[in-house]
């Protein structure tokens, strides 16, 4: 069970948009830690998407974006492509565990 | 730009110790402004944070509670690189192993290496 709950799995068409969740508590996100998104395409190692709640690295689409509120994070895709298509993780810092901690996993699926 | 390159067996005997090594370009591992890390990946803990190494005048590192009687990850100045060992492993130990780097100033991990699938079995 990990500590940041995201949905199993989300899906869209092409050119269409999806939100992914990312739901925390007050020792995490909630305490006022940033949510930070990575994109893991099928066997490659995560790579960093969104860092801040809604900050995009150079070279990350502005069709990513992210925002906060409370103790939960989102991360919006429009326009999806079918590259697109993978494993999305938020991750924030928890003062109660002292640790990083990482959402389940949520996994897209571009019909 | 910082680059990571992991080396190491992708398979380990139970009750052995599991090593890898992560080679860094573009930055030292006796950097002041970042810590360097080691991120597990498996379908049953999902991705878990193992623990970090870091310089700030001196060497200090860090270990997450479920490993730390077990782990120790060391910084080689001769070779830019640090290691990961991780003693008395087990199958649940079996996990995609990923180094990370992670800015003083920063929240996040980014650069990750490309990853290493160690697998537990006789």
């Known amino acids: 069970q990990s500590v940041l709950t995201q949905p199993p799995s989300v899906s869209g068409a092409p050119g269409q948009r999806v939100t992914i969740s990312c739901t925390g508590s007050s020792s995490n996100i909630g305490a006022g830690h940033d949510a930070q998104w990575y994109q893991q395409l099928p066997g490659t190692a995560p790579k960093l998407l969104i860092y801040d709640n809604s900050n995009r690295p150079s070279g990350v689409p502005d069709r990513f974006s992210g925002s906060k509120s409370g103790t939960s994070a989102s991360l919006a895709i429009t326009g999806l492509q079918a590259e697109d298509e993978g494993d999305y993780y938020c991750?924030?810092?928890?003062?109660?565990?002292?640790?990083?901690?990482f959402g389940g996993g949520t996994k897209l699926t571009v019909l | 730009q910082v680059q990571l390159h992991q080396s190491g067996p992708g398979l380990v005997k139970p009750s052995q110790t599991l090593s890898l090594t992560c080679t860094i370009s573009?930055?030292?591992?006796?950097?002041?402004?970042?810590?360097w890390n080691w991120i597990r990946q498996s379908p049953s803990r999902g991705l878990e944070w193992l623990g970090r190494?870091?310089?700030?005048?001196?060497?200090?590192?860090d270990y997450a509670v479920s490993v730390k009687d077990r782990i120790s990850i060391i910084p080689d100045t001769s070779k830019n690189h640090f290691s990961l060992q991780l003693n008395s492993v087990t199958p649940e130990d079996t996990a995609l192993y990923y180094c990370?780097?992670?800015?003083?100033?920063?929240?996040?991990?980014?650069?990750w290496g490309q990853g290493t699938l160690v697998i537990v079995s006789s």
């Open positions: 573009g930055d030292s591992v006796s950097s002041n402004s970042a810590t």
């Open positions: 990370a780097m992670y800015g003083a100033s920063s929240n996040w991990f980014d650069p």
């Open positions: 190494t870091y310089y700030r005048s001196q060497w200090y590192d």
């Open positions: 991750q924030s810092f928890d003062s109660s565990l002292t640790t990083w901690v």
